[in-house]
Structure formats: structure tokens, C-alpha cells
């Protein structure tokens, strides 16, 4: 079968940082993105990871770690804006993009 | 300018009907993706196409259908063999199927009654 897990929820402070796991299992491996999703809104790209290691991009970084079959999406310097959800996801060999439940991040003043 | 467009954004319908829910894209993307989400849940697969004139089935298809006759429509119809199917619908687009990124159009908020 195939699976992520993520938390459901986060709350960090303004100006913080702020780590987001996602652990996935999956028939065939094409890489893991981060997606963000504002209330009642399109998910939009963030980041993508193929490789093992850190991509940066911003104040949003994201890692894997292929081994572990790990990631997480670390967010710094966090904004009243960045409260949203965010939603790992893996492609499969079989073309599938695939989707964790999603992690509330709740930022606060 | 160049996007993924569903239409309409609120869809309400009774009981017992069929209902199609329209995605078109002019980003001249081969792959196109439904997604389910339903309120403080993720996005299900529900079918998928890498290319035109084919698609296949994603981890929630019973009671859906879908075409791709067009590169740039991938249209979803909810049928009455959908046991519960108000939710929040999803469509995504992608240059191809191994491609990273995916692009959603702002989704249909479909309410049964």
C-alpha cells in the first residue's frame, strides 16, 4: 500500500521556525513536494525534493532523507500569513501524486 | 494568461442526480489529476490521465467517472452511485506524470441535497 503521515496540527509564534514531518510509504518512489493551502483555497507548490538532502527556496526549506523514507518542510522567520495548511505528497512509479492528511499550522501574534 | 480553470466554484444538486463538474486547463499540461477533499481532511485521488484519451482509476473512484476526449478537459461526473458525494472537488494539472509540480484549479464545492 501506500501512505504518508503527517501531523495534523502545528502552532508556532510569529518570527519562530517551525519543522513539519512526513513520513511516507510508497510502491515506487519519484520524489516528495510540499503544497500549501490557504482556507477554502487551491493548494499551491512550495518545494520538491528528488534527491536525499536540503533544498532551500526562501524562508521555506525542505528536506528528505530516501533511507528513512522522511521529510519535512522547516519554515523560518514565520508570518501571520503563513497559517495554512500543508500537505506533503509523493509520486509513485505508476504516475500517481499522492497526498498526506494535511498539517494545520496555526501562527500566532 | 495560463492556468486550470473548474467551474462552477458552488454546485448544488438533489439527491439521486448526476453531476458533471468541468476542469479545463491552457497550459498544453499532458497529465491531469481529481482530487477529493473533504473539511479538515487531505486530498484523495479519485482518477487520474497521463495523456489524452486515457486515464486510470485513483484510490476513490466508485461512484465517479470521468473523460479526457480533449488535451485541455478532463471533466468529472459524480453519479448517484456516490454514497456521499458533497465535498470539496479538486482538479490538477502537471506537464507530465513525473513531473514535480502540480498546478490545481481554485475547486467546486459540490453540496447534495
Known amino acids: 500500500g501506500q501512505s504518508l503521515e503527517q501531523p495534523s496540527e502545528v502552532t508556532a509564534v510569529e518570527g519562530a521556525i517551525v519543522q513539519i514531518n512526513c513520513t511516507y510509504q510508497?510502491?515506487?518512489?519519484?520524489?516528495l513536494s510540499w503544497y500549501q493551502q490557504h482556507d477554502g483555497g487551491a493548494p499551491t507548490f512550495l518545494s520538491y525534493?528528488?534527491?536525499?538532502g536540503l533544498e532551500e527556496t526562501g524562508r521555506f526549506s525542505s528536506f528528505l532523507s530516501r533511507s528513512d523514507s522522511y521529510g519535512y518542510l522547516l519554515l523560518q522567520e514565520l508570518q501571520m500569513k503563513d497559517s495554512a495548511s500543508y500537505f506533503c505528497?509523493?509520486?509513485?512509479?505508476?504516475?500517481?501524486?499522492?497526498f498526506g492528511q494535511g498539517t494545520e499550522l496555526s501562527v500566532k501574534p | 494568461d495560463g492556468g486550470i480553470t473548474q467551474s462552477p466554484k458552488y454546485l448544488f444538486r438533489k439527491e439521486g442526480q448526476n453531476v458533471t463538474l468541468s476542469c479545463e486547463q491552457n497550459l498544453n499540461h499532458d497529465a491531469m489529476y481529481w482530487y477529493r477533499q473533504d473539511p479538515g481532511q487531505g486530498l484523495r485521488l479519485i482518477y487520474y490521465?497521463?495523456?489524452?484519451?486515457?486515464?486510470q482509476k485513483g484510490d476513490i473512484a466508485e461512484g465517479y467517472s470521468v473523460s479526457r476526449e480533449k488535451k485541455e478537459s478532463f471533466p468529472l461526473t459524480v453519479t448517484s452511485a456516490q454514497k456521499n458525494p458533497t465535498a470539496f472537488y479538486l482538479c490538477?494539472?502537471?506537464?507530465?506524470?513525473?513531473?514535480?509540480?502540480?498546478?490545481f484549479g481554485q475547486g467546486t464545492r459540490l453540496t447534495v441535497v
Open positions: 510508497t510502491s515506487g518512489f519519484y520524489g
Open positions: 490521465s497521463q495523456i489524452v484519451n486515457d486515464f
Open positions: 490538477a494539472s502537471s506537464i507530465d506524470f513525473g513531473s514535480a509540480e502540480a498546478f
Open positions: 505528497a509523493v509520486r509513485n512509479q505508476g504516475g500517481k501524486l499522492i
Open positions: 525534493n528528488a534527491l536525499d
